[in-house]
């Protein structure tokens, strides 16, 4: 069960975030369920790795992280393949269309969720300790 644990925190990632698209704006992309399952098993990682670190820092690294996928992700499908998954032109302090504050700061606090589902999932599946969390 130690070796699927990656793919099952992928997994899950993904399906959480193309549900969260479908009921933010209605429609998704397949590539969406890859990027939600990278930054939710990435984010972790950092959890695990990071017990004892305050959730507000986790939080930062999380948006990072997430950010950084998007943006990596936006350049191939968005501006390379020409797919048009979404367009973050209209958005104030975007890059290329990419990425935007705005969103940035909404993964910031998505993280928070992701960290606490993180050690929940961990907990009902491997029989994990649920951690005490520091904010600051």
Known sequence: MKKLRPLILFTIGGLIYILIELVARGRTHWTM??????????????????????????????????????FVCGCIVNLWLDWNVWNYSNMPFNLFGQICLPFSILWFFLSAVAVVLDDYIRHLLWGKKIPHYKLF
Do not use: D, S, Y
């Open 33 to 70: 369920f890859i990027v939600g399952g990278v930054a939710f098993f990435l984010i972790g990682c950092i959890n695990e790795k990071c017990r004892k670190m305050p959730l507000v820092r986790q939080m930062l690294i999380g948006a990072i992280v997430i950010t950084a996928l998007e």
